[in-house]
């Protein structure tokens, strides 16, 4: 099993609609969670952070981190054509100067 | 702003050819990272340092050496470049005294071996 879990789509919505983005963890002792965006030919970019459990809101984007599932999610509401990138959840362990783990990421689209 | 510089964004270089990838990071970051990116692969990390002239090795280090003479600069270099190595190599750096951990990414070098 792979320590981080994400379905890599392709994902495509209308626009204006509400997009869900997952990813699972096996390691419990992950506790810091990252969610990058990474548009087509480009590095990837920090989009939100958050530690441990709960929820962090950013404009029209909302990072969610549920500890006892494993289970992290990034909601993008009235999203935007210009939202079209891939998506890479990272997340690292609580103690020592180690790597994030990345997902392999999710490929979304929004149509106008 | 941080800001993650690499050498080249498009290369393209003959099999058995020595290839050298230069990245510099400007906001004195003790960690840095060399990853490839490969269509249904995601990141891999192949080296990273937490100082100068140190190393270790990620997931897929084979045919791939680095080095870090300075803080800033982290070198990725292919001995013997073969085709499996064309990939896209992104090059990122991290502070751990901020507590925060987030990697900082450059634009990425797109890698081709012919």
């Known amino acids: 099993q792979k320590e981080v879990e994400q379905d890599p789509g392709p994902l495509s919505v209308p626009e204006g609609a509400i997009v869900s983005l997952n990813c699972t963890y096996s390691?419990?002792?992950?506790?810091?969670f990252m969610w990058y965006r990474q548009y087509s030919r480009k590095g990837p970019e920090l989009l939100m952070y958050?530690?441990?459990?709960g929820n962090k809101e950013d404009g029209r984007f909302t990072a969610q981190v549920d500890k006892s599932s494993k289970y992290i999610s990034l909601f993008i509401r009235d999203s935007q054509p210009s939202d079209s990138a891939t998506y890479l959840c990272a997340m690292r362990y609580i103690s020592g100067n180690t790597p994030l783990v990345f997902g392999k990421g999710t490929r979304l689209s929004v149509i106008a | 702003d941080v800001k993650v510089t690499q050498s080249s964004r498009y290369l393209v270089k003959r099999t058995g050819e020595k290839v050298f990838l230069e990245c510099v990071q400007d906001?004195?970051?003790?960690?840095m990272f060399w990853y490839r990116q490969d269509p249904g692969l995601g990141l891999r990390l192949i080296y990273f340092?937490?100082?100068?002239?140190?190393?270790e090795k990620g997931d897929i280090p084979e045919g791939y050496s680095v080095s870090r003479e300075k803080k800033e600069r982290f070198s990725l270099i292919l001995e013997s470049a073969s085709t499996n190595q064309t990939s896209m190599y992104l090059c990122?750096?991290?502070?751990?005294?901020?507590?925060?951990?987030?990697?900082?990414f450059g634009p990425g070098t797109r890698l081709t071996v012919t």
């Open positions: 906001m004195d970051h003790e960690n």
């Open positions: 390691n419990s002792a992950f506790q810091y």
């Open positions: 990122a750096s991290t502070s751990p005294g901020t507590g925060r951990y987030e990697q900082y």
């Open positions: 340092s937490y100082d100068v002239k140190m190393k």
């Open positions: 958050t530690y441990s459990s």
